[in-house]
């Protein structure tokens, strides 16, 4: 764990995300930090995320006394320091070598979740022995019923005991900036290069570390000789049904999140198929331009299937404001994707310690400054108008 005080050097350094997202951009070559934040069309979606995000007003109460925020919040026969998590993040060793080990360690020495990707670098057995109880492990539908059989039972040997699906990548999106800056290619050839010898922090520590890989797709990737992952992704990856979903909530044992609803139909048919939480999420943006911001759809979810399912929250998390937001407006539990993600790609090693704390830091601050103690009190700080009115 990196010492309080590289954490407080760190922490005057970059003071929030937004710093980090700059020293990422810095040191990222040009293709990693475009796949990592961009979100895809005109990219409104992500400015829609932050700007209904910002209008939520939360009214400070003051004279009861000082009141010692309690984060600690029990989830799926678990507790929780903070009920804050990582989102799973494709290829994030891409963003810094190790980055699944790296926050899946500050995950479990911080008491949050880390979650990790269908598309990591790293294998569920590795990061699963790292994270222990503080992981959850991320499940893209699979077309090909061998493949995910395997996978699912790999992450349950692993000791995983959440089991988060996506359904909300029915199909690659566009992601304009991303495939100018050469990701979208498999080889990327000398543009490529170029990108990565300008950046000799990440070309340097990539290269002690080894390339990244697809490390628990390879053994799926393997059986289909010469195929690319993007390829692979298309043909292989991502198409859902109800059926389909009935049946991986039967074969798991444990508890089963599905991420990327945003719709009330949705979330009442997880219900009906007795799954234990929905992530409410666009993906950070990134699939549907046009879709609404994440906090707009919780907004409208959590009060219809409170006490039915537990609802969690990302798509947007800038800080612990943005947090007690979506605490405020029902949701039991956090995640943020790209702000861990920025933190790893500026500071390394220190990166999940960073924003781990800085996060939670944040969070109590706000929760402070509110005059709460406890996370289900920040509903009755929402300012009524900006409530009544959608913002
Ligand atoms: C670079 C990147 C890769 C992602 N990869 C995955 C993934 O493999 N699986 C998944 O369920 N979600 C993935 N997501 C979505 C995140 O889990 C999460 O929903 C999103 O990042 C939340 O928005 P935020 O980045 O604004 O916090 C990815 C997001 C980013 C930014």
Redesign the pocket.
């Known amino acids: 764990m990196t010492t309080q005080a590289e954490i407080n050097a760190l922490l005057d350094r970059y003071p929030a995300i937004s710093y980090l997202r700059e020293a990422a951009r810095a040191r990222l070559p040009h293709f990693a930090f475009e ?3 961009s979100g895809t069309g005109l990219e409104k979606g992500i400015s829609r ?1 932050r700007d209904r995000l910002d209008r939520i007003c939360m009214t400070p109460r003051f004279v009861s006394g000082y009141k010692t925020p309690d984060l600690k919040t029990a989830l799926f026969g678990r507790e929780y320091a903070a009920p804050i998590g990582m ?5 994030t060793g891409l963003m810094w070598p190790g980055g699944e080990k790296i926050l899946a360690r500050a995950a479990r020495d911080h008491g949050l979740v880390h ?1 990790l ?3 990591a670098c790293e294998t569920p057995e590795t990061i699963g022995a790292i994270a222990g109880p503080n992981g959850w492990f ?1 499940l ?1 539908p699979f077309d090909d019923a061998d493949a995910e059989a395997d996978l699912v039972c790999r992450a349950e040997r692993s000791g995983y005991e959440v089991l ?1 699906v ?1 359904v909300d ?1 029915p199909v690659s999106s566009t992601r304009e900036r991303q495939r100018r800056a050469g990701m979208s290619r498999d080889k990327g050839g000398l543009s490529r290069l170029a990108q990565v010898l300008a950046r000799p922090q990440w070309a340097l520590a990539t290269a002690r570390y080894g390339a990244p890989k697809f490390r628990t797709l390879d053994p799926y990737l393997e059986k289909e000789p010469g195929i690319m992952l993007s390829e692979y992704m298309a043909r292989r990856i991502g198409k859902i049904d109800y059926d389909h979903l009935a049946a991986i909530r039967e074969r798991w044992k444990g508890s089963v999140i599905i ?2 609803i945003m719709a009330e139909e949705d979330a009442e048919a997880c219900i009906r198929l007795g799954m234990d939480g929905i ?1 409410v ?1 666009n ?4 699939q549907l331009d046009a879709a609404p911001a994440a906090i707009d759809a919780l907004r409208r979810i959590a009060p219809q299937v409170r006490g039915k399912i537990s609802v969690l929250f ?5 800080g612990g404001l943005d947090i007690a937001r979506a605490l405020a407006l029902g949701a039991e539990f956090v ?5 861990f ?1 920025y933190g790893i790609a500026a500071a390394g090693e220190a990166g999940g310690d960073l924003v781990a704390q800085m996060l939670r830091n944040d969070l109590e601050n706000n929760m402070i400054q509110l005059g709460v103690s406890r996370p289900e009190e920040l509903s009755s700080c929402l300012t009524p108008d900006e409530w009544t009115a959608g913002g």
């Open positions: 796949y990592l934040d995320n989102a799973p993040v494709g290829a979650c990707s269908t598309v991320q893209y988060v996506t990548v991420k990327g992530v999420s993906h950070g943006a990134r990302d798509s947007g998390i800038q995640l943020a994707g790209r702000a993600i």
